[in-house]
Each structure stands twice: as structure tokens, then as C-alpha cells.
């Protein structure tokens, strides 16, 4: 974490206010070329290393047999075509998630599909799972060395006319699994069931068309475990039921969790949640900060230590993300604190963690899961 002052101020005062000048997509699409070209080269990743990562023993945690480093992630949405999985683990990451991938390509919603709302500390998101598809993303995937690093898929349907049945969108979520489960880096996998930006997604958290879903993923033997990824605005007994019957079907991996959309969330400033009046698009960041923690508390509550938990939504700093921990998170993931606080924001968050754990006497990370549920 070489001169991380320097790199945050800089980001702040610099970077940052011409980044927010500047139309979100263009900006994120630039932001991927260049940790491409970042991950490319051992030393430019080794230089990487130097200046944002941090390390502590007390970080480290297996879970269904995968070593973390550390407990915080790259949630998908950021490296949705795979472009910068090489460069990640420098960047500090203990693990990130490319996708959502589906087995079609699409070129996204209708524009704009990204804004900020810098004091809403959030991000409207109206991609609807633009990809280059899977058989593309999966061979660019496969030049880049990844066995040494912690890289999940996150799985959806093809947000294409041509999906438009829920059999359709099983088929699809399975073209896409057979495409990336023999490939050895591919870690884990993501189920994306809760986009509220495609067609045929929240389909899924019905109960039944789930089951469905995950019996044919079943029927297909795969080694890497998996994660669901779960809606934000769903009563406590709603995500049980979906938690129950992942667990029915052997899977008992979840990530709470999605987008909100609700544009009356007191955490928004009216002001800004006014501009995107009409638009069709949700909202990451610190808007789903609360309702994920409700939902990890007392899933962790109910289920004990059956279910691994990823905690993502409104993570900016080391206390947000050990506020999800304690209240139940196994690991935790971000994006949108990533773009509002800079690359170094990352190292912080695992410094600010490491200090929280020692302060509250925890020998480990995984001592404290849970302790506040």
C-alpha cells in the first residue's frame, strides 16, 4: 500500500472530478482498457501490487475449499466481458466475479445505462446484462493465465426476444455452465436471479420456476460451488424460501445482494433521484446498504453456519464492510465503492478490517461472522 495518500488524494482531487464530468460508460469502458493493460504484464502488475494491496494473516479464511487472502471482492457488473480478472488480485481483491455472462451476446438496454448520484452514494444501472456472450468471453478468458487467481462466472439469461419462456431461459443458463465448468479458473459461479433490468431474471425468484432451474443445473455435475444471487427488496420470509430451496437442491451459497429499486429509499437526495425520472434502470451502492444486512442477519440467524453468505451493497469503507460481516457475511463484494473512493479504496477497506478484528480481539475473520446478527 505504497503512498496510498498519494493515490487517494490524487484520485479525489484529480481523476475523480474529471471522471464525473464525463459520460459514465465511456468513462467505465476506459477504465477496463487500462487494468487490461495492467493485468498484461508482470510488472505492471507487480508495481500494482506494491502501491494498492494489503495483506494480513487474520484476512485469510477457506471457504468450500477455495483460500481467500482476503474477505473482499469485485461484485459482478464492473468485468462484465472478462476483460481485467488478471489484474484484480493486484489491485487487492481477494477474489472477483466476471459477468453476468449469458450464453447470447447483447449490446444492452437502451442508453443511458449507467449515472451517478454522488450524494446519494449511488449508481443507476440499466445495463439488462450487456455481453459479448459466453463462447467469446470464456476464450478471452482463456489467454489471460488465470489458474493462480480467485475468479468467479456470475450466470444469467440472454436478455434477447428470443428468450422469452422460462424453459428458454433454463436452456440458456445451462449453455452457459457447460461452456465455463471444465474451464480449471473458473473458481465458482454466480446465479443472477434477481437483475431487475432484464426480461425474463425475476422470473426466477418464483419458487417453482426456480426449482426448475436448479434441477437441471444439478443434472449437470458441476465441481465449483455455487452462490445466489438474491433480490434486495424482498421480505425476510421471501428469501427464506429461496434460501430453502437452494438448499434442497444442495446449493447453500448466497449474495445479498442486488440492485434497488424503490425510488423512494430514504437514502437517495431527491434532487438527484429526480434526474433519472422516466428512465427505466435501478440503483446500486448505498441505497441496498440497509435491506442487505437485514436480509444476512437473519439469514444468519435462521441457518446458522449451513449457508455461506456474500454481503454486497453500499460498501465504501472498513466499517461498512465490517458491519456486513458481523451481522453475517462470510465475504463481502463491491463496485460502486470502488468508482466513488478510487483503486486504493480497496487496500483501505482490508487495513481498516484487519485493525477492527485485532481492536475487537478476533483471531480470525471467520471469529467474527455472525457476532452481530
Known sequence: MFATPLIRNYYRYVMKPVFFTQDPERVHDRTVRMGSVLGSNAITRKLTK???????????????????????????GYDYDGHVSKAMKEVGFGFNTVGTVSYHSYEGNTPPRLGRLPNSKSLFVNKGFKSDGAEVIAKRMDSKGLN??????SVGSS???????????IADYISTLNIFKDRDYVKYFEINISCPNTAMTESFVDRKNFS??????KDLDVR?????????EVSVEKAWEIVQTAIEHSINGFIFSNLVKDRNNPVFDQKEIEKFKGLKGNFSGKPTFENSNRLIRHTRQKYGKDVVIVGAGGIFNAEDAYTKIRAGANIIQMITGLIFGGPQVVGEINKGLAVLLHRDGFGSISEAVGTGA
Open 50 to 76: 506494491v502501491f494498492l494491496s494489503y495483506e494480513d494473516p487474520i484476512l485469510k479464511q477457506n471457504i468450500f475449499g477455495i483460500e481467500f487472502n482476503n474477505p473482499l471482492g469485485l461484485s459482478a
Open 148 to 153: 493462480d487467481n480467485i475468479v468467479g462466472v
Open 159 to 169: 436478455n434477447i426476444c428470443d428468450v422469452d419462456t422460462i424453459e428458454k431461459a
Open 212 to 217: 426448475s432451474l436448479l434441477s437441471r443445473i
Open 224 to 232: 465449483q460451488p455455487f452462490f445466489i444471487k438474491m433480490p434486495n
